[in-house]
């Protein structure tokens, strides 16, 4: 194999656009979730009314991170912000005018992240990171309304494809966050010795629930600790593999599942899963949303079942299509030799 060549094909090959443009559709509703999160107490964290004061907000901040509202901190103001950035939030998940919109949401989400340091977590900054992205990426070429004006142009609804260069990059993103936080965790004994979830229970500043009844059984704790460990270092390396995407992903959800009700992070969680999407193939993210579809499971008969009708075999469902969908693909041999 050519280095060179599949370096190309890797960055530039052209994908499909729709893991793209559900990843889109998501991100969207993140940052509108987000927004509502911060309305709750906006004035105290994010006008002249609240924590930061006068020039403290820009002096916080420093010279590199500009924001509107360290020069108009009144609440009317960070009120209007809000509502801007919100109306741009939902023309970037409905992909009215995406690349437009892509800019203007990343220069509101950087609004507010740049006034008030001081609250911003994990959360804010994956949300910033992949508002950056998100500006770079062609993220409107599929399931959004830009792709359906330009599907009536062209008179077809042709499978959209893109370069992948920035969705690329938000893939290493996500897996340079698993890997570093996992290889930081192994440099104290805490965590290689299997206690470090034991010391997360007890603490009530960051905690949901209370889990102190967890602490009673060591061999618990010891299985939470060395999960998250092996699941972080495998999600890093394994979403890369159709053969191994599945599991890796589904532990995962179950990784950050278990993270939320011992660590107050909200939308944390569901940005990290939410990328997992960018590693599926196209026929995997048609099975996954096949799977999830409510008729899948809650509607009538189906074709088959009507009588005098002679229809196709049904096709797989549930847990049975996601198998098949994430399976390897068969090789050009085993497929002629069952034809």
Not at 151 to 178: D, F, N, T
Not at 249 to 271: T, Y
């Amino acid at each position: 194999m050519n280095p060179l060549r599949a370096w190309n094909r890797f960055w530039f090959a052209p994908i499909s656009a729709r893991p793209l443009g559900v990843h889109r559709i998501l991100f969207g509703l993140f940052v509108l979730a987000h927004l509502g999160l911060i309305s709750v107490e906006l004035d105290f964290w994010y006008s002249d009314a609240g924590l930061l004061r006068g020039d403290e907000a820009a002096l916080t901040a420093g010279p590199l991170r500009p924001t509107p509202l360290s020069y108009f901190q009144d609440p009317a103001s960070v009120r209007i912000a809000l509502g801007l950035t919100a109306a741009t939030a939902v023309a970037f998940t409905l992909g009215w005018h995406t690349k437009v919109a892509s800019v203007l949401l990343y220069l509101g989400v950087m609004t507010f992240y740049n006034r008030n340091l001081l609250s911003n977590c994990g959360p804010d900054q994956v949300m910033m990171i992949t508002a950056f992205y998100m500006m770079l990426a062609p993220c409107g070429a599929a399931c959004s309304l830009d792709a359906r004006r330009a599907a009536r142009r062209r008179g077809s609804a042709a499978e959209p494809l893109i370069v992948p260069w920035a969705q690329r990059l938000m893939q290493l993103q996500l897996c340079l966050i698993y890997f570093v936080t996992a290889f930081w965790k192994c440099n104290g004994r805490a965590w290689l010795g299997g206690t470090a979830v034991h010391y997360v229970l007890f603490n009530h500043e960051v905690g949901q629930f209370n889990l102190e009844w967890l602490g009673g059984y060591p061999i618990v704790v010891n299985v939470m600790t060395f999960s998250a460990l092996v699941g972080e270092f495998s999600l890093a390396f394994l979403l890369w593999f159709r053969p191994t995407r599945r599991w890796v992903a589904l532990l995962g959800v179950g990784l950050h599942a278990g993270i939320w009700p011992m660590v107050n992070v909200p939308l944390f969680g569901e940005q990290m899963t939410a990328f997992y999407l960018l590693f599926l193939d196209p026929d995997e993210l048609a099975s996954l949303g096949s799977f999830f579809r409510p008729s899948r499971w809650f509607g009538g008969r189906s074709r088959a079942e009507v009588p005098g009708r002679i229809d196709a075999a049904e096709p797989p469902r549930g847990w049975r299509q996601l198998e098949l969908a994430f399976a390897p693909a068969s090789s050009p041999r085993t497929a002629s030799g069952n034809s």
